[in-house]
């Protein structure tokens, strides 16, 4: 089993930045993608931004130029930096990777419990 543990989430007024911390743990042997998504009340969970065990990053229209992905060295863990945050971005915030558990394995794509991002005006 594999466990995605997200953190950093919380209250912050329009402008601020918060930056939240995804680490990935248990039966892991190697990790490939892994990205963010967020969901607001009453929309679809959305893609924030990925990125590859290469370094490739992709990021929605609406946080590019505010949003930065990375990985932690030792790639088990994937930040989002949020800065410039509006209160449209106000959601639940889910990481999530793509695991595989040995060498010759497919990948599964894991998710974290949410953690809510909130932006007042």
């Known amino acids: 089993q594999v466990q995605l543990a997200e953190s950093g989430g919380g209250l912050v007024q329009a402008g601020g930045s918060l930056r939240l911390s995804c680490a990935a743990s248990?039966?892991?042997?190697?990790?490939?993608?892994m990205g963010w998504y967020r969901q607001a009340p009453g929309k679809q969970r959305e893609l924030v931004a990925g990125i590859t065990r290469g370094g490739s990053t992709n990021y929605a229209d609406s946080v590019k130029g505010r949003f930065t992905i990375s990985r932690g060295n030792a790639k088990n863990t994937v930040y989002l930096q949020m800065n410039g945050l509006k209160p449209e971005d106000t959601a639940v915030y889910y990481c999530n990777a793509a695991v595989s558990d040995s060498f010759d394995s497919n990948y599964d794509v894991y998710w974290g419990q949410g953690t809510q991002v909130t932006v007042s005006s």
């Open positions: 248990g039966r892991i042997f190697s990790i490939n993608g």
